[in-house]
């Protein structure tokens, strides 16, 4: 009789390292997970940080007509063009 409860003792033992086991293995995950998320939100709080910069940059009208001159070669209504090329460098060789 002591021999079948020693077994059965043994057998629950086993049973319930083998769980132990693997819910720390699905901690693990779960933790590499809460980390991976963690990074990804905190790259969206940056990339929000960024656009939000921006849209406020852009809301200035003289900053819009800046940046869409510089960009699409844009002019206003009666404004000319000047491109300026330049010269021509010598270089000396001594």
């Known amino acids: 009789m002591r021999i079948v409860i020693?077994?059965?003792?043994?057998?629950?033992?086993?049973?319930l390292a083998g769980q132990i086991y693997v819910s720390g293995k699905k901690i693990g995950d779960a933790k590499a997970?809460?980390?991976?998320?963690?990074k990804n939100l905190n790259e969206a709080k940056?990339?929000?940080e960024s656009l939000t910069a921006d849209i406020e940059y852009f809301l200035n009208p003289l900053n819009l007509e800046k940046e869409l001159k510089?960009?699409?070669n844009y002019k206003a209504a009666g404004?000319?063009?000047?491109?300026?090329?330049p010269g021509n460098q010598t270089t000396s060789t001594q």
């Open 33 to 38: 997970g809460y980390n991976e998320a963690q």
């Open 79 to 85: 404004e000319k063009m000047i491109i300026i090329v």
């Open 70 to 72: 510089s960009r699409f």
């Open 46 to 48: 940056k990339e929000n």
């Open 6 to 15: 020693l077994a059965v003792l043994i057998i629950f033992i086993i049973a």
